[in-house]
């Protein structure tokens, strides 16, 4: 092999290299294009709106006294046990909820938001 073969051939190594590292990372990087999709995916949203509702009428009865500061954080306990189940979920459904587990999870909240507003 002379010194132009080495060299090309070399040159060819690298970039057939740098190409698989490249197809690598894209690949790499598409999960998580889908796992941002996935956030917003229609029945996480619906859950996850819920909970934030909650959160501001927890926040409504401290204000105007109607619940404990204690109280309070219990409820926010409660939801964020269901924020973390709803997490769970979607990670092993590829990033979204099944209509069973929005179902479950929808139970869940209403317990909770009938604590709310007793």
Known sequence: MNAITR????????AALAAACCAASAQAAAPAADGQWAKAHPRREQVNTRLANQDRR??????????????AAQLHQQD???????RTMASTN?????????????????????????
């Open 58 to 71: 927890i926040h409504k009865e401290v204000r105007q006294g109607e619940i404990t500061k204690g109280q």
């Open 94 to 118: 590829g990033g979204h909820i099944t209509k069973t587990e929005q179902r479950a999870l929808n139970q869940q909240e209403n317990q909770v938001s009938r604590e709310i507003g007793h």
């Open 7 to 14: 060299v090309s051939s070399h040159a060819l190594m690298a």
């Open 80 to 86: 964020h046990q269901i924020r973390a189940e709803e």
